[in-house]
């Protein structure tokens, strides 16, 4: 039960940005909410592994969720998958590294650049593969001939 509360934050967090992105209808902002509260549930359940694994599978989930819902409005998937990562968007590690870097903290600095980087690549990664394989999946359905 201690996923609960961590969840439905995300999803209300979620669902505060699709105002400020000015998504006007409900299912929309439930849609893109869910999204977001989907991958924190992900990433907060796989606590055995390391955090760029965790990062890289719940940005595969928000983004397997974003290209099921553009296909179900028809909408781009990115109205989703923007809002979906919000959550995930390592903001304490890049204000970790900043603060190191004003500080002078040279060793430290390094330390929690490549792990913040770590996990921007992660995010990068988990989206690039699941819109690749939406592609290729698209182009070989319209390439098969009809039978």
């Not at 505060?16 to 439930?30: G, P, S």
């Amino acid at each position: 039960m201690e996923w609960f509360l961590p969840c439905l934050y995300a999803l209300l967090g979620c669902g505060a940005f699709c105002f400020i992105f000015e998504l006007r209808r409900w299912w929309y902002i439930l849609s893109a909410a869910v999204s977001g509260a989907v991958g924190w549930f992900v990433y907060l359940n796989l606590s055995d592994l390391t955090d760029v694994s965790r990062y890289l599978l719940a940005t595969i989930a928000v983004a397997v969720l974003s290209e099921i819902f553009a296909r179900l409005y028809k909408t781009p998937a990115t109205v989703f998958l923007i809002i979906g990562i919000i959550p995930l968007v390592p903001g304490g590690g890049i204000y970790y590294t900043m603060e190191h870097a004003v500080n002078g903290e040279t060793e430290l600095f390094l330390e929690t650049l490549m792990h913040t980087l770590g996990l921007a690549g992660a995010l990068a990664v988990g989206v690039l593969l699941v819109a690749s394989s939406v592609r290729l999946f698209a182009s070989y359905r319209r390439r098969e001939p009809r039978r």
